[in-house]
């Protein structure tokens, strides 16, 4: 048997998409291999639930955040399991139960960001130590990962894939509501949450109105929720540019591929990204980007190339980058073809279900 554990996976969140991702490669490579796959998810409503990821139908049991019933489906499940896929650092420390309960399983653990930048507390730093192997979708991670006390012997960089025809996703985002015809369009795609406020979305905002000054005909479209949403309003309203800045909430993923689309520069000037799965999806469209000079960022967006990095609250070269990108279309179609044959060519869902499928079969024979 393949098993999965996973955090979340009906959620949205780059995390929680990876995970779905990940999930996706288990059951292929189960079918192919005429093995029984289970995937279990502590967080999410306590049934089994259909996930569809392009062709493929996927069943998740979830467990409503029980941690011990969720535990205890797991560690019944461990006679009968070759292989598993621990799909978050927190969950590490059941991995390792897994493995001293049946020591002949294999276990992958998947990290992603910032919960591995900061040291992890000793049980988790031994179920990586004591994994088969541990997945970063960006050097920087990996490199943060190897850092950790008991650390891990195998850590292998594995970037994150678009979903399954992201770049061809339909859908209508009602640009005639957000702004005339005429007008360029900014877009940030984000979580408005206060405890992330190292996305720079603040940042963005102080940065707008010398964008405006500018290039006066540029609007700002801000995708995502959260409890920070009203401070950044207010925000908005204090530098006299609420007139001109979108605030559209949540959205579906067909119609979040409409504002990409609808788009003229992809903004989001963050502090701590693992990875920054946003700007491949803008550059899926062709979009240039505008990202932060930390963490993952700068193993996406290649500056000067597909778009441009500045430094965490650098409000005076978020604007410049921003202004020089909305002043030419030619730059404009240049960094965003650039970024879409990048996308073409590393960061599509084949790419991560390739290196994925690799790695989980090391040392595993040719048939089941």
């Given at each position: 048997?393949?098993?999965?554990l996973?955090?979340?996976?009906?959620?949205?969140?780059?995390?929680?998409?990876?995970?779905?991702?990940?999930?996706?490669?288990?059951?292929?490579?189960?079918?192919?291999?005429?093995?029984?796959?289970?995937?279990?998810?502590?967080?999410?409503?306590?049934?089994?639930?259909?996930?569809?990821?392009?062709?493929?139908?996927?069943?998740?049991?979830?467990?409503?955040?029980d941690?011990?019933?969720?535990a205890?489906?797991?560690?019944?499940?461990?006679?009968?399991?070759?292989?598993?896929?621990?799909?978050?650092?927190?969950?590490?420390?059941?991995?390792?139960l897994?493995?001293?309960?049946?020591?002949?399983?294999?276990?992958?653990?998947?990290?992603?960001?910032?919960?591995?930048w900061?040291?992890?507390?000793?049980?988790?730093?031994?179920?990586?130590?004591?994994?088969?192997?541990?997945?970063?979708?960006?050097?920087?991670?990996?490199?943060?990962?190897?850092?950790?006390?008991?650390?891990?012997?195998?850590?292998?960089?594995v970037?994150?894939?678009?979903e399954?025809?992201?770049?061809?996703?339909?859908?209508?985002?009602?640009?005639?509501?957000?702004?005339?015809a005429?007008?360029?369009?900014?877009?940030?795609?984000?979580?408005?949450?206060a405890?992330?406020?190292?996305?720079?979305v603040?940042?963005?905002?102080?940065?707008?109105?010398?964008?405006?000054?500018?290039?006066?005909?540029?609007?700002?479209?801000?995708?995502?929720?959260?409890?920070?949403?009203?401070?950044?309003?207010?925000?908005?309203?204090?530098?006299?540019?609420?007139?001109?800045?979108?605030f559209?909430?949540?959205?579906?993923?067909?119609?979040?591929?409409?504002?990409?689309?609808?788009?003229?520069?992809?903004?989001?000037?963050?502090?701590?990204?693992?990875?920054g799965?946003?700007?491949?999806?803008?550059?899926?469209?062709g979009?240039?980007?505008?990202?932060?000079?930390?963490?993952?960022?700068?193993e996406?967006?290649?500056?000067?190339?597909?778009?441009?990095?500045?430094?965490?609250?650098?409000?005076?070269?978020?604007?410049?980058?921003?202004?020089?990108?909305?002043?030419?279309?030619?730059?404009?179609?240049?960094?965003?073809?650039?970024?879409?044959?990048?996308?073409?060519?590393?960061?599509?869902?084949?790419?991560?279900?390739?290196?994925?499928?690799?790695?989980?079969?090391?040392?595993?024979?040719?048939?089941?």
């Amino acid at each position: 048997m393949l098993l999965g554990l996973f955090t979340e996976l009906l959620t949205p969140g780059g995390i929680q998409r990876v995970g779905r991702h990940a999930a996706a490669v288990l059951s292929t490579l189960a079918s192919d291999r005429d093995l029984p796959c289970r995937l279990l998810s502590l967080n999410d409503q306590p049934r089994a639930q259909r996930i569809a990821l392009g062709e493929l139908s996927l069943t998740v049991e979830g467990f409503g955040r029980d941690k011990m019933r969720f535990a205890r489906a797991a560690l019944a499940l461990t006679p009968h399991t070759r292989v598993a896929y621990v799909g978050h650092p927190n969950l590490a420390t059941l991995g390792l139960l897994l493995r001293l309960a049946h020591p002949t399983l294999r276990y992958w653990v998947a990290t992603h960001g910032l919960e591995v930048w900061v040291p992890l507390p000793i049980t988790r730093c031994v179920g990586l130590r004591l994994a088969r192997g541990v997945t970063a979708p960006s050097r920087f991670t990996a490199d943060a990962v190897r850092r950790q006390r008991f650390r891990p012997r195998n850590v292998q960089v594995v970037p994150w894939g678009l979903e399954p025809g992201f770049g061809h996703a339909a859908g209508l985002c009602g640009r005639e509501a957000l702004a005339p015809a005429s007008a360029l369009l900014l877009l940030a795609v984000t979580r408005l949450e206060a405890t992330e406020r190292y996305k720079g979305v603040d940042t963005l905002i102080r940065a707008f109105p010398a964008v405006l000054r500018a290039v006066p005909r540029t609007y700002l479209v801000i995708v995502g929720d959260g409890n920070d949403r009203p401070w950044l309003q207010r925000l908005a309203q204090e530098r006299g540019v609420a007139d001109r800045v979108r605030f559209v909430g949540s959205v579906q993923d067909g119609e979040l591929a409409s504002y990409y689309r609808a788009c003229d520069v992809f903004v989001m000037p963050s502090q701590k990204e693992g990875f920054g799965l946003v700007f491949l999806e803008a550059a899926a469209f062709g979009k240039p980007v505008v990202g932060g000079n930390h963490g993952g960022t700068p193993e996406i967006v290649q500056d000067g190339v597909t778009g441009f990095l500045v430094e965490h609250g650098d409000i005076g070269a978020l604007a410049d980058r921003v202004i020089c990108l909305l002043q030419s279309s030619e730059l404009r179609a240049r960094m965003g073809e650039a970024g879409r044959q990048r996308v073409e060519e590393n960061y599509l869902f084949r790419h991560f279900s390739g290196r994925l499928t690799h790695l989980l079969l090391e040392g595993e024979p040719c048939a089941s």
